[in-house]
């Protein structure tokens, strides 16, 4: 069963341009994680948010999450070309259940 | 330089036979995770372990089989009995530690390994 469902499926941007990306999710969560993949990679962790927290900062990544609505987003500012990738969230409650992802694709 | 490897990163299968994805990792986590992507997909969970001998069954383990005989590693065979085996196997591994997936650790990921069939 799909716990966390990323929206939109696809994104094309600009260098210098922000994406954002959003993830619903069903159920209470302990936490919800973001990863990045490479064409062809594994996945890379960037940001983890506890679900008594609003928003989380990482360089030029930020998360927020709104247990309300039980949504995150995730905000690249100033998008490089090196961002381009998929993107997924992972929500935490009994088991970790990944979303099917958002595929970013930056354009120099 | 720690990490998670994954050999081989291609890997064919013919009808009938079964297959070893080789993951061996040197974080010293306890915890570790096979998973498979499809296209358009997300990730799904085939098996866990969080100990030395001892590892659980995921949403998907059928067709499926692994052991944990050392902390580093997590081999997983994928026998002919999975009949749909083509996908992107990814393992990973976190400090997980009293209730798994309650865990604030993130996953590392190795880089994957690719199956098709022949």
């Known amino acids: 069963s799909q716990q966390g469902e990323e929206d939109p499926q696809a994104l094309s941007i600009q260098e210098g341009e922000n994406a954002t990306m959003n993830c619903s999710y069903k159920t209470s969560i302990n936490n919800l994680q973001w990863y990045r993949q490479n064409s062809g990679r594994g996945l890379v962790h960037l940001i983890l948010?506890?679900?008594?927290?609003r928003e989380k900062h990482s360089g030029r990544l930020r998360v927020t999450l709104d247990t309300s609505k039980k949504s995150s987003s995730l905000l690249i500012t100033a998008s490089r070309a090196a961002d381009t990738a998929s993107y997924f969230c992972?929500?935490?409650?009994?088991?970790?259940?990944f979303g099917t992802g958002t595929r970013l694709q930056v354009f120099p | 330089d720690g990490g998670i490897t994954q050999s081989p990163k291609y890997l064919f299968r013919k009808e009938g036979q079964n297959v070893t994805l080789s993951c061996e990792q040197n974080?010293?986590?306890?915890?570790m995770y096979w998973y498979r992507q499809d296209p358009g997909q997300g990730l799904r969970l085939i098996y866990y372990?969080?100990?030395?001998?001892?590892?659980q069954k995921g949403d998907i383990a059928e067709g499926y089989s692994v052991s944990r005989e050392k902390k580093e590693s997590f081999p997983l065979t994928v026998t002919s009995a999975q009949k749909n085996p083509t996908a992107f196997y990814l393992c990973a591994s976190n400090e997980a530690t009293g209730e798994v997936f309650r865990s604030n650790q993130p996953q590392h990921f190795g880089d994957g390994t690719r199956l098709s069939i022949l």
């Open positions: 974080l010293n986590h306890d915890a």
């Open positions: 948010i506890r679900s008594n927290e």
């Open positions: 372990s969080q100990i030395v001998n001892d590892f």
């Open positions: 992972a929500t935490v409650t009994d088991k970790l259940i």
